[in-house]
């Protein structure tokens, strides 16, 4: 009869294994086992099995004496007080002389392995349940790290043991009506990376928080994972296209994001770890090297494709060796089980006012409810349901307050934090990482909680009222024009992955300037301009830039990028920058470089800038990040539009710089669009289709020049109507002019998502995309169907009549 083994080397496990050593130890088998040869490096290890658990439970009639102590919790006992006496039992009860025989061997030969005496070793609890493939475990018992010795390592194998009946695992395991002795353990015993004096942090296979799949996401911080994980830091956040890392050559980091980093894990002096407070430098630094992003969204790749579903790894650096290691690997089970054909949608139905505090926005729902601040967790009772939870941060005992609460707010943390993490599964709006929320709200004040607004959540006084859509868009209809969107806050932009829409017929560089850059150009260019206060804001934004146009072009870049990630490879026409000279001038620095117009509106605006004295240097770093983008990162789908474009002249001046700077219409499949928003553009039609690939209605603009209507003044405001009839006959006359060119025409405006009549009128007129807002996307869908099926009708009817031919935009916009 076979002997029953207590420890397993990860080598001999694999992902068959789950019952004997629990999902994470079983995970770190299948790649040491199956990925070492596609290089992804996992530290070794063993695993202590389900059967030594039981050995355990079987010793002096443990597992009874646990069962009578459930009994008293459903009699009414408290939890705290039932998990605390089993626990006491668990600890009190001596390891069997088998297992610790086997560990103690198990981690002599580790450290005979690394030629090194008694190593540090990590010990984390893998809890399994053979019978119950769809529990989820994690996070519910404990780790240690930093444990070195035979008589410190079965000491914490023992506390794991009884950390199987915290009392958030008990609770988690009542709710979900598992039998608590049908639940074994397993602990995973690992060599520690030395990422204490380096680096380390989560890797996801998908955006966490909308679900798009064609990115990989690494956070990162110094010192030991555990802060990222419990959201005591602000990590670093880098973004990985995944279709641009098929191409060595290209650079497949679209976004980096430099989180605070404000404290750190690292080795206490007695075993364990203690966490300190970073250095100011250690806050500005990258923990990563674009390299080493690199070298890990591969490994999580491969990952990936050996699992078949996405992934949510551990990373660290050994700051010893320098070497990265995947220290964890479990499927994401959050975002990967929501129907992609459904799109929900929360917004606010009144203006809000100034918000409260602000911060990462994790999910897209609202929620409002009382502030319940709180330092610690509280008796369930003393929680009010449906209370917002106001916290520094949270960890694994908060989760049952958690699951009462309508809204989350903490601190610190990132969007892989723990608050993060488990507000996505409990389908609860949390705003994370606000920096002073304890200190901002009070205890018992009502608020609203949105996270409904792009990529920052915000916090507002009151309850205010909102309403909450869900759209199938397996529903919508195919339509032969094609339907765009306007897109400008790039954190928001993965949150629209699943609209089937045909690409973005308008990227505005104005919020990634005015929002992500915060500077204006030319004052980064020339500082010495500045007076002392600007100055010192611009070297602290600057921080780490020798070359402060670089930070512009780093920052641009970025946030194209992710617009164009969000719909590849489908046309994503990116317009450059279109601010007014007052809008210029209240950028930081900007009061210098702009003039004070009496009508910024028809002033220094749009083209007239990019070849200007005054404005030069700026656009050239402007086409500097939209050439790295299409160039260096491989996002070819970019298409370039020039705004407010009034002569033929000024056309042609404006290729000119552009091509100055490495962008040639034509090269390498780059097409340049212009606003068709001036008389002057409509009239000279033909001589722009000359000149450019494509046009964009403006139809705010040209209506206001048309007509001569400022569309600002309330007093016109009964005057300004894009349906006019010489607004509609311009736009009529465009398109026909640009179809005898070969050339595209679309329109990006609020009108046709408020007046289903000038939809109707647009697809008469042939227009070839329409551009809306993303919450206006199924309505004008349906608004362009029903006019193409009129239209079609109309054609059966009478097959004479004119139709005006469309240009094949398979390729454009």
Known sequence: MATTRCVIPFAELGRQDVGRVGGKNASLGEMTAHLAAAGVRVPPGFATTADAYGELLGGHGLRGRIDEQLGRLHEGAALEKVGAAIRSMILAEPLPATLRTEVVSAYERLARDQGRYEPE????????????????????????????????????????????????????????????????????????????????????TLDPESGFAEVIVVSAAWGLGETVVSGQVDPDEYTVFKPSMKDASLDPVIDVR???????????????????????????????????????????????????????LEWAKDGLTGDLWIVQARPETVQSRRRASTLRRCRLTAPPGESLVDGIAVGDAIGRGPVAALDSPVDLDRFPA?????????????????????????????????????????????????????EVLSHGQDVTVSCAEGGRGRVYEGLLSYQETETDLSDLPATRTRIMLNLADPSAAF???????????????????????????????????????????????????????????????????????????????????????????????????????????????????????????????????????????????????????????????????????????????????????????????????????????????????????????ESLSHVFDESNPAVARSIEILVSHAHAAGRTVGLCGQRPSDDP?????????????????????????????????????????DPASPRRPRVDVSSGA
């Not at 079965?154 to 009542?174: G, M, W």
């Not at 007129?765 to 099926?789: L, N, T």
């Open 757 to 797: 009549a000038f939809t109707e009128f647009l697809v008469e007129a042939g227009i070839d995309s329409i551009s809306v807002a993303p919450d206006s996307f199924a309505a004008v869908k349906q608004h362009v169907a029903a006019a193409e099926r009129k239209r079609a009708d109309a054609d059966r009817m």
């Open 495 to 713: 949150r629209w992955w699943r609209l089937p829409a045909d690409g973005v017929g308008l990227a505005r560089l104005e919020f990634i300037v005015a929002h992500q850059v915060k500077a204006h150009p030319m004052a980064l260019l020339y500082p010495e301009r500045l007076d002392h206060h600007d100055r010192c804001a611009i070297d602290l934004l600057t921080e780490g830039y020798l070359d402060r146009g670089q930070y512009f072009v780093d920052r641009l870049a970025h946030g194209i990028a992710r617009i164009a990630a969000s719909r590849w490879p489908s046309p994503v026409v990116v317009r450059t920058s279109d601010f007014k000279t007052n809008e210029y001038a209240r950028l930081l620095g900007g009061r210098p470089f702009e003039p004070v117009e009496a009508n910024p509106m028809i002033g220094w605006r749009g083209a007239s800038r990019y070849y200007s004295d005054g404005y030069r240097e700026g656009f050239a770093l402007e086409c500097q990040a939209l050439r790295r983008v299409r160039e260096e990162m491989g996002l070819t789908n970019v298409i370039v539009m020039i705004p407010f474009c009034r002569t033929l002249e000024e056309a042609d001046r404006v290729l000119e710089v552009m091509a100055q700077q490495g962008l040639h219409r034509g090269e390498s499949g780059l097409k340049v669009y212009v606003m068709a928003e001036i008389p002057a553009n409509i009239i000279l039609a033909q001589d722009f289709a000359d000149r450019f690939d494509g046009f964009s209605i403006g139809s705010n603009d040209l209506t206001q020049l048309t007509l001569g209507v400022d569309r600002d003044s």
């Open 258 to 312: 430099i989180g605070a980093k404000r404290q750190k894990a690292v080795y206490a002096e007695r075993g364990m770890t203690r966490t300190v407070d970073t250095v100011g430098l250690e806050r500005s630094r990258r923990v990563l090297a674009d390299a080493e992003v690199r070298l890990l969204a591969g490994w999580a790749l491969t990952v990936e494709e050996h699992y078949g579903c996405p992934m949510d």
């Open 386 to 438: 449906g209370g917002v939870l106001v916290t520094g941060i949270t960890d694994p005992d908060w989760e049952p307050i958690m699951k009462r609460a309508s809204a989350i707010v903490t601190d610190h943390g990132g969007r892989t934090s723990h608050a993060a993490i488990v507000s996505r599964e409990l389908g609860v709006p949390a705003v994370v990482g606000t920096g002073r929320a304890t």
């Open 121 to 204: 070793v990590a010990v984390r609890s893998s809890a399994t349940a053979e019978d119950l493939p769809e529990a989820s475990f994690a996070g519910q018992q404990e780790t240690y790290l930093n444990v070195r010795g035979p008589a410190r390592l079965l000491e914490s194998v023992h506390r794991c043991y009884a950390s199987l009946f915290t009392d958030r695992a008990i609770d988690y395991r009542e709710r979900m009506g598992f039998d608590h002795l049908s639940v074994a353990l397993s602990v995973g015993v690992q060599v520690m990376v030395r990422s204490d004096v380096a680096g380390a942090g989560v890797i996801f």
